[in-house]
């Protein structure tokens, strides 16, 4: 691994080598139904060198401090992506994107990883405000943000559009001085 960061014996954060684009694609191929529903980039996400591309921009935007975006590795299986998809450094904010596998949901898992991504941005990356945004109608992953003391800012109605559907999004926020 390029760079791990565990949350506990089982969970971990991880930017992965390029030999794991496979395991990665593996994983998303299989649970390709339940991804694309959110998710914009699963159907154009056709191959290994795909995952390969993506891998590589998020090894790059590590390095320079543009991004902060990884896999969680739970008991040795690629199962969720999270982390800081976007940085900006001069005004110490970034906001958190994540999805899980169908198999990992309601375990937690994921609300682990979100809290474990705002202590790294609070105190590695030195930010004040951390932002998650995602559709209304995404119940499951809005309920992660409200769990973890996020204030929801607001709506921007039909502001994205995934699969020839528009979805309101949802804006929540967590300033340093909030976080748990």
């Not at 929801?152 to 559009?161: A, M, N, P, S, V």
């Amino acid at each position: 691994m390029i760079f791990e960061y565990k949350i506990n014996e089982k969970l971990s954060l991880v930017i992965p080598e390029q030999e794991d684009s496979k395991d990665i694609f593996t994983v998303v191929n299989k649970d390709r139904e339940h991804l694309k529903k959110w998710l914009s980039w699963v159907d154009k996400t056709t191959s290994i060198k795909d995952i390969e591309i993506n891998n590589l921009e998020r090894i790059e935007k590590f390095h320079k401090k543009e991004a902060a975006s990884f896999y969680a590795v739970y008991e040795n299986r690629f199962i969720a992506s999270v982390g800081f998809i976007s940085l900006d450094n001069a005004n110490r904010k970034g906001e958190i994107g994540y999805w899980i596998l169908s198999d990992f949901q309601g375990k937690g898992l994921m609300t682990e990883c979100v809290k474990a991504c705002i202590k790294y941005g609070f105190e590695q990356l030195n930010l004040n405000r951390i932002i998650i945004k995602c559709a209304s109608e995404n119940v499951r992953s809005a309920a992660i943000p409200k769990r973890l003391g996020f204030t929801l800012e607001g709506t921007l109605r039909q502001d994205r559009i995934v699969n020839e559907i528009f979805y309101d999004t949802l804006i929540f926020s967590l300033l340093k001085n909030e976080g748990k």
